[in-house]
């Protein structure tokens, strides 16, 4: 009974922040048409991405359609939809509440942050995944981190960057490098990897590749200027927390490498948003007052962008 009542603040404001994701959840976002496809074709898809080679289905998005095949059995395509909305959005929110050991209010903040919860209204193929790989992240053995970890890239194919991310950073962090190695590394090798990575993306047979490499790069520079003095503190931190925090330091390494070249570096970056903001709120003394009030700044200019009119939102 202690558990459950314990929980039960954590429990109530994940159902709210979940139902009204699904409440909101309509067909002016600009990826509902292709959601509610998926929740009617998914079989249909299956099929033509299995006549490409196994290779093909494998990199696009294969447990993701199975999901949509699977819930279509016994919903309409509409509450298809809900559903994983609300799964989603729930499991997410409940589990950063109950398993971060941040503070809940600040949990709130970031959770309303447009660009982490619009995984959940717009590409809630992202949500999903970013759910298995909160889920794996805080497992309670080995075994299910490994299969939540391996799963997410198939649900969206931007979890194939985020595990290379994380392998890397384990590698790296059980080296015994300096400070200015540990900085400059993953520098040196994103430098090298974000010209060719929609190349890559192609020979593999992801589908998403050939759209973003017709697709214009536009960018306001808001994002890369607060994610810029983001990563000047994690330098400000030292090498202790920077060794602990290895993963988030990388994730915002390739967010910025990339910026300006790689227009699907965005979409790669929310994958591994909360993990990054959740490292933020583990800084000392005036280095957390100065992230939270860069946050609450860049929370403000994000929920001012989405009330202009833009369902376009972005990191």
């Known amino acids: ?20 994701l699904t409440l909101f959840l309509n067909d002016t976002y600009s990826d509902y ?3 509610l496809n998926y929740a009617s074709s998914s079989n249909n898809i299956i099929s033509a991405y299995a006549q490409n080679g196994v290779l093909f289905l494998l990199f696009n998005e294969p447990v993701w359609l199975l ?14 939809i ?25 949990i709130l903040l970031l959770l309303v942050l447009p660009a982490i919860f619009k995984n959940y209204l717009v590409h809630i193929r992202q949500g999903l995944a970013i759910s298995l790989f909160l889920l794996a992240i805080y497992a309670p053995n080995q075994r ?60 593999a047979g992801a589908r998403q590749s ?27 931190e030292g090498v202790s927390f920077l060794q602990s925090n290895y993963f988030a330091y990388m ?35 005036i280095r957390l007052q100065a992230f939270k009030i860069l946050f609450m700044f860049f929370l403000s200019c994000s929920w001012i962008y989405l009330l202009s009119g833009s369902h376009t939102l972005t990191v």
Not at 4 to 10: D, E, G, Q, Y
Not at 67 to 80: D, G, W
Not at 254 to 269: G, N, T
């Open 1 to 20: 009974m202690y558990f459950l009542l314990s929980k039960f603040p954590s429990l109530f404001a994940s159902l709210l922040y979940a139902l009204c």
């Open 33 to 35: 048409l292709n959601y």
């Open 67 to 80: 999901t949509n095949s699977l819930l279509a059995l016994f919903f309409p395509p509409e509450i298809v």
């Open 82 to 106: 809900r559903l994983i909305t609300f799964i989603s959005s729930f499991s997410a929110s409940f589990i950063l509440m109950t398993k971060s050991k941040r503070p809940f209010l600040w």
């Open 144 to 203: 299910l981190k490994n299969v939540f970890l391996t799963t997410a890239p198939f649900v969206h194919s931007s979890f194939f960057f985020v595990i290379s991310f994380s392998l890397l950073s384990s590698v790296t962090a059980s080296l015994r490098l300096s400070l200015l190695q540990r900085l400059t590394l993953p520098i040196a090798i994103f430098s090298f990897f974000v010209p060719i990575t929609l190349s890559i993306s192609q020979l």
């Open 210 to 236: 050939a759209h973003y490499a017709d697709l214009a790069i536009h960018a306001s520079g808001l994002g890369f200027f607060f994610w810029t003095l983001i990563l000047f503190i994690f330098i400000l």
């Open 251 to 285: 994730s915002l390494v390739f967010y910025l490498v990339s910026y300006w070249f790689l227009p699907v570096s965005p979409r790669i970056f929310e994958s591994s948003i909360i993990m990054v903001l959740l490292s933020c709120l583990s800084f000392t003394g």
